[in-house]
């Protein structure tokens, strides 16, 4: 935790220093937003459990915000004509990224117009220019509603399976007028419909007692028999009209707060794609997920088609614990209880905004608060009431953990521990959970339950804390340099050491990575890598983001700011920038096309490096903590029995497959490809929801890297119990891992 002196309005903001990435989505999928059912613990105290958003951000505030960022920015320090014409491109692609409703005469007319010179008029507290975008989307947003529902009403609009279309916007150009707009608009929704057919399910007709209604205003419901059905063509072309129509309604009622949120991030992602302008709301979520702790009902919702959906339950939270609620139910009314203890009225939620339910649901520890839910089932749909007592609850799904596999080395059982690591995350209170306490406390059991090696997975790892990546990398050697961070005044590096002189781990290990391993994930990996301490075995690279950002909090909770304030270096000298860290023994990975990837980011930073600062005492050759380096011919002898079994491994095979015909089929989306596609990924979806904790550690185990993970930490084991197997290149048999 650090606190930086602003030169503005704001005098003071704290910072956590983190190192984290969300890399591109890849394939085609229907997203839903997931949203946590939370209140930061340090702020419960205080909460109020009310829909009442707290005051958000005026004009006055914007350019005040924009120079906070100027201030520790590493590479900007003025409002230039660049960071200008960065700032509306990113503002454009925010509300139009798709490339669906604007016309580029609409687009030309706000670049040359409407925001020329917008840095000048924020300056002079005149927000005007931004409500006129606001109301020019409103009306193109308008008009492709209204030709949406009036093509999907023709009786005679046929769902056709042959339509392709370009559907990625970095390969479509805005359209160049109406016609343009309407002629690509045929296509996308033939592709919305897919979706829903793909994906949907018909539901038994609602019989409602009109003459019976709540105190949400919902109409009572009976169970009505019959069970979900796969969506007609009829009920697909509702759904896509419906969703139409919410997303004009909610555009419509977008708040100031809302449009200078996307103004502020817009100019954050103008410096470089990696700062960004954190909402409140946003905020609060960031602070629960590096904490991994939360006071709320214990429930990650979803919004489908106007209906708050629950998509998963929490362990310890008051919703699993009651035994009332179940996954795909739907949240339609919310109510309060008043200091009495006495209910308030509840408040229909149905087609109300996701974070606007969240803000209804959420409380502080030991609060109350009534949830009514609609439930689909064998006999139909039925309407209850649920009364929840608020709770804090741990997040333990998002922390590290730890699971083990068998394996047989030359005749020997040989025991494999597999961390897998989710986030570097860090509560900053005293006292808080991080994600190197956590693991100090694993690879401890690792050591009492005698394993053999380590495994520690940060194949789906984005980043995190920089400290608790610096503290985690000096788990594996003694002392030493781990990372050395660059700022915008050159005299002002910052190193970073581990000072623990304990090892945590001296044996065989193995980092999994992929291309979306980024930011602390690439420092470890990399400092190990330095260090010659661990072999790294997935994608060809990891994500390549080499940036350091600070998360600064605004006065009066108007949210905070996240800015890249420096490049780090891991102990050889280089920058993870672009480059990544390149695997030592490749697998094939559904994230390795590209698309995925630091150097395709907007604006992303140049790479650079320094001379080298390895540190001599992180060697330990004799004694206790002694490590084995891990010499190149080593590296290559686990390639090449890599190389032997993944040429023969299905699953690894398929990948390659898919990934080639992929790129053969370049952006051109086939529906009748995507139809069976998106059917396939729902299944399999479904199927995980279903399932056990247990089962999911089962299938984690099962997967094609984590086994291949182990085949070559099982050659390691072996080379390093004979060096000589090395030498003569005598290939080893097939390692089979279980549990």
Known sequence: MRTHAIKNQFSKFVSKKTVGTKAKAVGLMLSFLLVPLLTPLGQAETAKVSAQKPPGLQCLHLDAIERAYLNSHISFNSLSPQVETRTIEQYIKRIDGAKIYLLKSDVDQIKSKILAGVFNKIKERNCKPLDEVQALLVK????????ANK???????????KTELMLDPESRSFAKNQAEAEKFQLKYIQFQVSNYLATGESEPKLKQNGDEPDEGGVAKEKKVAGSPSQVSLEEAKGNVSRNYDRVLKRLSESSKDDIYSGYLDSFARALDPHSSYFSSDYYEDFNIQMGLKLEGIGATLSSQDGFTVVEQLISGGAAKDSGLIQPQDRIVAVGQFNEKGETEKLVNVVEMDLRDVVRLIRGPKGTKVQ?????????????????????????????????YLDKEVDGQKKKIAVLNLPSFYSDSKPGGR???SDMKVLLKEAREKKADAVILDLSNNGGGSL??????????????????????????????????????????????????????????????KDYQ?????????????????SVMPIPTGLGALKVTVGMFYTPGGFSTQHRGVEADVPLPGIFSTDEVGEQF???SLPKSQVKPFLSEEAYVTSGPGAWKKLEKPTLDYLRRQSEARVAKNTEFQKIKADLKKAKEHGKIIKLSDALKDTKEKKSEKDKKKEESKDQKVADYLKRADIQEAANVVGDLIAAFAKPSIILSGKAQKDFSAHE
């Open 467 to 528: 400290e608790d990546a610096v503290k985690i990398a000096g788990f594996f050697f003694k002392t030493g340099n781990v990372v050395k961070q660059s700022t915008h005044t050159p005299e002002d590096e910052i190193l970073f050491k581990d000072k623990d002189s304990d090892v945590d781990w001296d044996g065989p290990t193995l980092i999994l990575t992929s291309r979306i391993s980024a930011s602390a994930s690439e420092i470890v990996a990399a400092t190990l």
């Open 533 to 549: 301490r661990a072999v790294i075995v997935g994608g060809d690279h990891t994500f390549g983001k080499g940036t350091v950002q």
């Open 371 to 403: 949830l009514t839910i609609m439930r689909r089932g064998a006999e139909g749909k039925e309407r209850f009431n649920v009364i929840l007592t608020r709770a804090q609850i741990k997040l333990e799904d998002d922390a590290v953990s730890i699971s």
């Open 151 to 161: 093509t999907l009403a023709q009786k005679d609009w046929k769902f056709d399976p």
């Open 140 to 147: 193109r947003v308008g008009e492709r509603v209204a030709f």
């Open 601 to 603: 980011l907007d604006y």
């Open 434 to 436: 991080s994600a190197a």
